[in-house]
């Protein structure tokens, strides 16, 4: 009899815990699906969708594109050389950050690393209005650098790289490109 009870205990604990593995599951996946409570706004308005730089002579945009040796740990934003360049969300600009060492492509070689929503991030080709500091969404955070200045032909655009060395497209995708496009109208 005790056995009896023991086994059905148990078969009704299993049945449970399938259930509860499938609604904690369920949950979890809407949680991070509307969880983002973001979005993400236009860099550049000569870009209000943040297109990602495609295909060039100088090679493509997308994250784990490959360049050499080395794969591109970020994405390329097309921006036109000397748009206007917003914060995308609430953000605090941590320090001046630069793709180039000291002296090396002096033209474009400034930036600035942020935080926004937890996460890190660095911004390249722009001259940031500072190198620290609060910016809120649709502020001004510098202008794009003069990209044709020193990679003739490349499609001009910023660069965004997420820490770690992950792709950004999860964060962009959260962008509403009408709402992108009625900012840079207005």
Not at 8 to 31: G, K, P, R
Not at 74 to 96: F, N
Not at 120 to 147: A, D, Q
Request: aromatic share 10%.
């Amino acid at each position: 009899m005790k056995r009896r009870i023991i086994s059905s205990l148990h078969t009704l604990l299993e049945a449970n815990m399938h259930v509860a593995f499938f609604l904690i599951s369920a949950v979890l996946s809407a949680a991070v699906s509307f969880s983002a409570g973001y979005q993400f706004g236009p860099l550049c308005c000569s870009n209000p969708t943040n297109a990602i730089r495609g295909s060039d002579s100088f090679g493509q945009g997308r994250f784990d594109a490959p360049r050499g040796s080395r794969k591109h740990r970020g994405v390329d934003i097309e921006c036109r050389d000397g748009s206007k360049v917003y914060a995308p969300l609430d953000l605090t600009i941590t320090r001046q950050s630069t793709p180039y060492g000291y002296g090396t492509n002096s033209a474009i070689n400034d930036g600035i690393a942020f935080t926004a929503e937890g996460m890190r991030f660095k911004l390249w080709y722009i001259h940031p209005v500072k190198y620290s500091g609060v910016v809120r969404k649709g502020e001004l955070l510098g202008t794009m650098l003069p990209m044709q200045s020193v990679y003739q032909g490349i499609t001009s655009h910023v660069h965004l790289e997420k820490d770690p060395k992950t792709d950004p497209m999860g964060v962009i995708n959260t962008q509403d490109t009408s709402d992108n496009r009625v900012f840079c109208a207005g």
